[in-house]
């Protein structure tokens, strides 16, 4: 027999604990039930995928490479004061400060013309 040490997160590894108590199993046969699905798929027995950018995202990244190919379609500034002082012909932002226990949170609205 083997051992297998590895380094976990208290959360995680309490969590897991009890859905394999709530099984019947033990932490030593999820972990061999795991390895053998490796061996069975020969792969990882879930899906592994990176975050997905959403429908809102997308939408920005496309608004971004559309500026970079045709930044005369698009309004620059050639500093912060001048984008400040444009910002402010637009819209008024209205700041709150609001005490949640120990944490200081700002609010913020924006008021578009």
């Known amino acids: 027999m083997a051992n297998v040490n590895v380094r976990i997160n208290n959360d995680i590894k ?27 798929t020969n792969s ?11 429908d809102t995202t997308k939408k920005a990244i496309s608004e971004l490479d559309d500026m970079k ?9 050639k500093n912060v004061d001048e984008l400040m002082e444009a910002l402010n012909n637009w819209f008024i932002i ?12 700002l609010f913020r609205s924006f008021l578009f013309f």
Do not use: H, M
């Open 69 to 77: 190919k045709n930044p005369d379609k698009y309004k620059s500034y």
């Open 44 to 54: 990882i027995p879930f899906e592994l995928k990176a975050d997905v950018p959403n």
């Open 94 to 105: 209205q700041s709150y400060w609001f005490v949640l226990g120990n944490n200081k949170l």
């Open 14 to 40: 309490a969590n897991a604990e009890n859905v394999f108590k709530r099984l019947g199993i033990t932490p030593t046969t999820a972990i061999t039930l795991f390895y053998n699905q490796v061996i069975r």
